[in-house]
């Protein structure tokens, strides 16, 4: 039988940014425990009139064994936007 794997007891924030220039809205990047699974979450969060950030319905969750996956997608679209000419060196918007 395998070991067990470690169950997260909150929510874990690995990297959070901004994904346009107005800084209203962040993605951020979460990895928890959830029944028993341990998830990965890009979801996107905005800020209230306070300045707390609170998360939205757009974003997607998947089992942290797919992030090899993801991480495949990420890279071959990020080729492609090059390739097609649509990054110039390092830009961010």
């Not at 470690?6 to 993605?27: A, M, Q, T, W």
């Amino acid at each position: 039988m395998g070991t067990r794997k470690p169950e997260l007891i909150e929510p874990v924030v690995v990297d959070r940014f901004f994904p346009s220039r107005d800084r209203k809205n962040v993605i951020t990047t979460t990895l928890q425990t959830f029944k028993g699974h341990t998830l990965v979450d890009l979801r996107k969060h905005v800020h209230d009139k306070e300045g707390k950030i609170h998360p939205t319905a757009k974003g997607i969750t998947m089992k942290v064994t797919r992030l090899s996956d993801l991480q495949n997608a990420i890279n071959k679209a990020l080729a492609k936007a090059q390739e097609l000419g649509l990054l110039d060196g390092g830009e961010t918007e």
